[in-house]
């Protein structure tokens, strides 16, 4: 069984683009979730979505956001990138929301932006 | 707001010796506590969780434990092996159980 899929592995960023992460959960699973990965933060979480729902965001400002397909396959944006949106950005599934759900995560994808 | 403490935040052992890492959780609320292992380069990878009705788990050579009414939880590893030695996460489902808040990590080292 396949894990959580995420692309692209490796991206450089100048101040000012934009970026889409994409990210192919466990087959089965609804339910996808973003982190953020930095040295200083350490593992913060962006948003969660079930059934192309938001049900839940971080603290993190508006450039970044997301959206879920129907095929439950996700999509985090981030906007106007900043030096500091560098980081690594992890993607995770679980078979539902909720409480108790175990959750999976897949390689990420690093951001440097220059 | 929600916060989870990991220590220690280092930890040296050798082959063969056990290492234990420890987590407290703020939010009352949180039942569920996975342990992530992350080697360099690597997405975190799921090694054990702890669902809040059950006091221990085990499997294999690594355990974890919850004492909900002190609102902590540990990592046991016994009999390290250097292909242990990695960076351990812990982390607490939010209130609605749609997030994890994660530790700040331990980075174990195992020397043999």
């Known amino acids: 069984k396949a894990g959580v899929t995420q692309t692209p592995r490796y991206l450089i960023k100048t101040r000012g683009q934009q970026v889409t992460l994409s990210c192919s959960p466990i087959?089965?699973?609804?339910?996808v979730s973003w982190y953020q990965q930095t040295p200083g933060q350490g593992l913060q979480f962006l948003f969660e979505?079930?059934?192309?729902?938001?049900?839940n965001k971080g603290n993190f400002p508006g450039r970044f956001s997301g959206r879920q397909f129907s095929n439950s396959r996700s999509e985090m944006n981030v906007s106007t990138l900043e030096l500091g949106d560098s980081a690594l950005y992890l993607c995770a599934s679980s078979l539902s929301t909720g409480p108790g759900n175990t959750i999976y995560f897949g390689e990420g994808s690093w951001l440097t932006v220059v | 707001g929600e916060n989870v403490e990991q220590h220690p935040s280092t930890l040296s052992v050798q082959e063969g010796d056990s290492a234990v890492i420890k987590c407290t959780y703020s939010?009352?609320?949180?039942?569920?506590f996975p342990w992530y292992k992350q080697e360099l380069g690597k997405g975190p990878q799921l090694i054990i969780d702890?669902?809040?009705?059950?006091g221990e788990k085990k499997d294999q050579r690594i355990a974890v434990t919850l004492n909900k009414t002190a609102k902590h939880f540990s990592l046991h590893i016994t009999e390290t092996q250097p292909e242990d030695s990695a960076v351990y996460f812990c982390?607490?489902?939010?209130?609605?159980?749609?997030?994890?808040?994660f530790g700040k990590g331990t980075t174990l080292s195992v020397s043999s």
């Open positions: 982390a607490a489902s939010n209130q609605a159980g749609t997030a994890l808040i």
């Open positions: 087959s089965g699973h609804r339910s």
């Open positions: 702890i669902r809040s009705n059950v």
């Open positions: 979505y079930f059934s192309e729902t938001q049900r």
């Open positions: 939010d009352s609320a949180s039942n569920y």
